[in-house]
């Protein structure tokens, strides 16, 4: 077995864990030799020992290496940290997603040209097997919908909150496990997510990298509350990113929705990714695992490693064909149940007006519920519709808030899996 001579690039928190699991003395750890870091500064928490260090990570494509791990982060510096060693013929992995989203097309034709691979697998789901096992163990599938819970972040944000802990404080322990983005914006608002269904969504169903047409909303405004009254109605709050083909074309979105509480993502709690992919062979397949931190996204780096020494002749993966992309379905022409949380003046007749603006726009309503007043004097009433084209729904919602006794209305919409 050839030995791969790796350069590493980024010395932070997933650099450093993936250096340790390198290193160890264990099965896997022949395979391999750490020729070069390239580090803008030192890390206390790990001891590089003799391994050569180059404060400008530029250098590192040009040292005797055969891959370079990129795991600076970040989009344009590691774009062009990623051409430079494709065009110097090493091979690179690389565990970030915001790249690979937004120049994965390019960077792919980049690497095939060089006849050298570029490898993602820790770029979704971190450790969690899935990028490769969609070439190789799905291969004879037709997949027709993939869902799933793609940020350990926010996964593990409202599943704490669902036990009762303050979103404030669980953002603040994500961020000190190590699962959060530098920027944890992108865990919280849906972008970390829409980047790896979005990358899902380009091997399977060839949409394109970056695709466009995407909804992206985060979970800012779920509130403790939300997860009591999702329990009324046997259901629980999860933030989802779903691609699936239909005659149409493709939808594409990461947003949170309600899931049936007895479904088998709704069982994943902290920071465990799962992904429920639709085949027609196998029907639906499951995977779930740790979807952040150190030592997850050291596995996901390290299979590719591994796919690497392996392939000298074959590709551990597919490249998409980025020809013929199919269209995206305009996200307000989907059609959902949802969850209305609404407040209002607790006086007479409020109930006959929330149901004459549902009536006026043809929407049966499935249950309704009006809690105990709240401290401002509201009324609370959670309702769940029937199903409702999105566009429509939207102009449900804003005459709501155009009638005086309405002081609050949102949605989550709900995902049957
Ligand atoms: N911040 C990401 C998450 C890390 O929470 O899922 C793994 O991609």
Redesign the pocket.
Known sequence: MTILKIGICGWGNVATGLFEQLTANNHISSQWQVTCIGARRDNPRCDPGSVKILRDIFAVPDEEIDVLIELIGGVDTAKALIIKALNAKKHVIT?N?AVIFEHGEELLKIAKNNDVRLLFE?????GTPTIKMLSNDLSANVISKVAGM?????N?ILSNMEEGELFETVLAE?KAEG???PD?T??INGT??AH?IGILAALIFNSGLPATNFHIEGIENISPDDFLYADEFGLTIKHLAVACKNDLGIELRSHPVMIKKESSLAGLKG?R?GIQFDTDLIGSFHVAGS???RE??ASGLISDLVALSKSSESLPMQYPDFSKKPDVIDFNELSFKYYVYLEVKDQPGVLATISKVFGDHGISLEKVIQKDQLKNGYVPVVIITDNIVEKEMQIVMSDFLDQDVVSEAKIIRIEDL
């Not at 820790?122 to 971190?126: H, I, L």
């Not at 793609?150 to 926010?154: A, I, R, Y």
């Open positions: 565990a997603k820790s770029a979704v789901c971190a793609l940020n350990g972040t926010t593990f994500a699962y959060a983005e944890p992108l865990d970390d997510a790896k920071v990714n979807g952040a931190g997850s996204t």
